[in-house]
T-cell receptor, first 112, second 114 residues
Framework: LAKTTQPISMDSYEGQEVNITCSHN???????ITWYQQFPSQGPRFIIQ?????VTNEVASLFIPADRKSSTLSLPRVSLSDTAVYYCLVGDMVDSNYQLIWGAGTKLIIKP | DADVTQTPRNRITKTGKRIMLECSQT?????MYWYRQDPGLGLRLIYYSFDVKDINKGEISDGYSVSRQAQAKFSLSLESAIPNQTALYFCATSDSWTGTDTQYFGPGTRLTVL
């Protein structure tokens, strides 16, 4: 059964680069890896998505190795407003059924 | 995201009561989902719907039922609420049923069962 594993929490300081890694032992062959951000009392919000190698957008980068068994979300020069919970999401085929597999989330705390 | 709305935002109820949580979307998406979030456990899928005629059980459907009244509306019911159903409930929509496609979440409903 597919499972995703993320660190429960991380601390960093303003201006630093933060890397959060998610391990996913199984992932559907054609599926992408997606990361979401969640602030308290809000629903998760899409950050970035990738299939292989590296993807970059205006808020983050995503690094995916060739075996696709993990992915690393990179947040450059974090600020206090990046304090949130970050989730990875992958899909897997389980008993011929496609299932969404969410990580348990990484609580990121940014300090001044 | 204002395109996905949930009512009520907060609800306190008693054990054994029937309650309904409602979700509406203006994004025109066919897919809709109900999730439950508990502290430290991330998101768990309760039910999902590909369209008004297609409803599927998720990871934790026991004790819940759903109704897809229209493309834009998806309701979650607790027939007889119990205290361990106390949680934050999220509705989400997407254009397709894969992890590939972005899911858009509502603001959540905080449910407390006494």
């Amino acid at each position: 059964l597919a499972k995703t594993t993320q660190p429960i929490s991380m601390d960093s300081y303003e201006g630093q680069e933060v890397n959060i890694t998610c391990s996913h032992n199984n992932i559907a062959t054609n599926d992408y890896i997606t990361w979401y951000q969640q602030f308290p009392s809000q629903g998760p919000r899409f950050i970035i998505q990738g299939y292989k190698t590296k993807v970059t957008n205006e808020v983050a980068s995503l690094f995916i190795p060739a075996d696709r068994k993990s992915s690393t979300l990179s947040l450059p020069r974090v600020s206090l407003s990046d304090t949130a919970v970050y989730y990875c999401l992958v899909g897997d085929m389980v008993d011929s059924n496609y299932q969404l597999i969410w990580g348990a989330g990484t609580k990121l705390i940014i300090k001044p | 995201d204002a395109d996905v709305t949930q009512t009520p935002r907060n609800r306190i109820t008693k054990t054994g009561k029937r309650i309904m949580l409602e979700c509406s979307q203006t994004k025109g998406h066919d897919r809709m989902y109900w999730y439950r979030q508990d502290p430290g456990l991330g998101l768990r899928l309760i039910y999902y719907s590909f369209d008004v005629k297609d409803i599927n059980k998720g990871e934790i459907s026991d004790g819940y039922s759903v109704s897809r009244q229209a493309q834009a509306k998806f309701s979650l019911s607790l027939e007889s609420a119990i205290p361990n159903q106390t949680a934050l409930y999220f509705c989400a929509t997407s254009d397709s049923w894969t992890g590939t496609d972005t899911q858009y979440f509502g603001p959540g409903t905080r449910l407390t069962v006494l």
